[in-house]
């Protein structure tokens, strides 16, 4: 008797507590946002996907939410943070290897050759990355990459990567995740790599992040098991291999999709593919005064005239960053 | 002024309702576990992990518990239902593929010609799991998993496979979780195969399902998305490939791994090979009576010598089905 009671005083306090929390989501979830259309359609997607009783509510199970992340969440102009850092350690390793002083593509990085650097192929680009990237163990790769990250400076803005990503799209993502939506980062960018500051910088935990993969080894060095980074791709995860990957990350469809590129455009789709509703949203690069404006470019990130077709046939929003975001990143407000 | 007062009140009031929700954990968080050394190890383990202030708190983040299926969560004898799924589905499209009649393992499996089904290698079966788990989308895989599984009874206990998980397990999943562990299974059968009923029968989602898996491909049907499942092995998640995929998949290392055969060694290490507490446990299957007895059979479940020594070497908890548990089923108790 004297249990329930207290279980009833309990229920009605937890129940004060539970509307408490709920009086600050009268405040703006998005105050970097302009009140454009953009900003409405969001606002609009998590009230009617999160309360119950609408006809388009979906259960918490099935709320999953991915987001692209060079040029989505983070800068990745002029050239994506993975490549630079792929290059600085190949200089940094260069005495260990007399041989790059001969060897394209890694003579043009150590003699800072842009011209060369500039027409590097896919395939340099992946002998870069392998150089950089295996015969290392996970907790090695992770301690380069973080260690990098506390250093490098972007060439232009003069400020760490990690500085670089994007307010508005932070707000995104907590909104969502205060809606009781999973937040995934699937990038083409390395899973490895996007895992060693994921979890500091977007509030996204390393099981959250999906990307490229090389394969790993298990072995034992002086007894103790350790995986090892292979130089070996095992998946690239960009275009159709985005929806392939997080069929086989999450194993449900995402109803809400982020991107910003060509790459981003099959995920999108995916999301749009199941019978309710769905959201769909396109970063466009069009404020070159406080970050870059770009269409198309020879490596990084690619918005062609098809997708924007596309996106207007499908009913996806396009963020002009000019015109929909007050700010650009976190240090400018 | 008014607004801090609310807050300081309900802060009041939200301790009060947390003290509530601790106090069911005076209850036995493993019922069904007789008391000995290695319920007490798990209790323990719990205790201690996620104790603030004791030596060994891991914080909630790095609270990653791992599960092996067949044979650890459910039964895997006589054979795995994946592989009789597999056989019922080749005998159901037997007559779309008229060619079976005259071809291996086909023909055996549609004139159930037991020895030689007894005698299939590693090809045959491949070659059955092929022929039904391909060409097709993976919704209507698992539509068919679950419609198999629905009507499909195991055929010494005449009871469908989802009835035969283990009730101590289902406890220990449980008695995890509510102490903010994140619970993955970590299974060599198919992902998608286990991931169209892990999520009813344990609880656990399908994006917390890491099994082996074949690859997909992302295409157009009637000019709607879909990801078809192709026969080709992207990876097979046992022995070192466990540790491989949950590092894929979580990116950490679990701190605690439950399994019951040679394929979960490798994952049992990885688990203990961080610096800080962890815990290890095997499920031995030792209760002929109520289950199986068996510590090595040619085509299901290898419990060697070699992992037993192992285990007693670096501490891990040997659980006797026989004298640990009190009962097996939920339909036990």
């Known amino acids: 008797?004297?249990?329930?009671?207290i279980k009833t005083s309990l229920f009605l306090l937890c129940y004060v507590c539970k509307f408490a929390c709920c009086m600050g989501q009268n405040e703006d979830p998005l105050p970097s946002w302009n009140d454009r259309q953009t900003k409405q359609a969001i606002v609009q997607f998590i009230n009617d996907t999160t309360t119950a009783g609408n006809k388009d509510y979906i259960i918490p199970e099935d709320r999953i939410a991915v987001f692209d992340q060079d040029g989505t969440l983070w800068v990745e102009q002029p050239l994506y943070a993975q490549f630079i850092f792929a290059m600085d350690t190949v200089k940094s390793n260069a005495l260990k290897h007399p041989e790059w002083k001969h060897q394209q593509p890694y003579q043009a990085v150590?003699?800072?050759?842009?011209?060369?650097?500039?027409?590097?192929?896919?395939?340099?680009?992946?002998?870069?990355?392998?150089?950089?990237?295996?015969?290392?163990?996970?907790?090695?790769?992770?301690?380069?990459?973080?260690?990098?990250?506390?250093?490098?400076?972007?060439?232009?803005?003069?400020?760490?990567?990690?500085?670089?990503?994007y307010q508005p799209m932070l707000e995104v993502i907590q909104y969502f995740k205060n809606h009781g939506y999973k937040v995934y980062i699937v990038s083409g960018g390395g899973q490895d790599f996007v895992r060693a500051y994921a979890e500091k910088i977007y509030g996204i935990p390393t099981q959250h992040v999906i990307g490229s993969a090389e394969k790993v080894k298990y072995e034992y060095r002086d007894g103790k098991?350790?995986?090892?980074?292979?130089?070996?791709?095992?998946?690239?995860n960009d275009k159709a291999g985005k929806p392939e990957a997080i069929h086989l990350f999450v194993g449900k469809r995402p109803v809400a999709a982020f991107g910003n590129s060509d790459g981003d455009r099959q995920m999108l789709e995916w999301s749009q593919s199941s019978n309710g509703r769905s959201l769909q949203l396109l970063?466009?690069?069009?404020?070159?005064?406080?970050?870059?404006?770009?269409?198309?470019?020879?490596?990084v990130g690619t918005f062609s005239q098809q997708l924007m077709d596309e996106a207007k046939r499908n009913g996806w929003n396009v963020v002009s960053m000019k015109e929909d975001w007050k700010i650009i990143f976190p240090s400018d407000r």
């Open 225 to 236: 098991p350790e995986l090892m980074k292979l130089s070996e791709v095992f998946f690239i």
């Open 283 to 299: 970063v466009h690069h069009d404020d070159a005064a406080h970050e870059y404006q770009y269409d198309t470019v020879s490596k």
């Open 1 to 5: 008797m004297f249990c329930n009671e």
């Open 110 to 165: 150590i003699e800072r050759d842009t011209d060369k650097i500039k027409n590097f192929t896919m395939e340099d680009i992946e002998k870069l990355i392998a150089a950089s990237h295996s015969n290392l163990s996970v907790d090695e790769f992770k301690d380069n990459v973080q260690s990098w990250l506390s250093q490098a400076l972007h060439p232009r803005f003069k400020k760490p990567y990690t500085d670089l990503i």
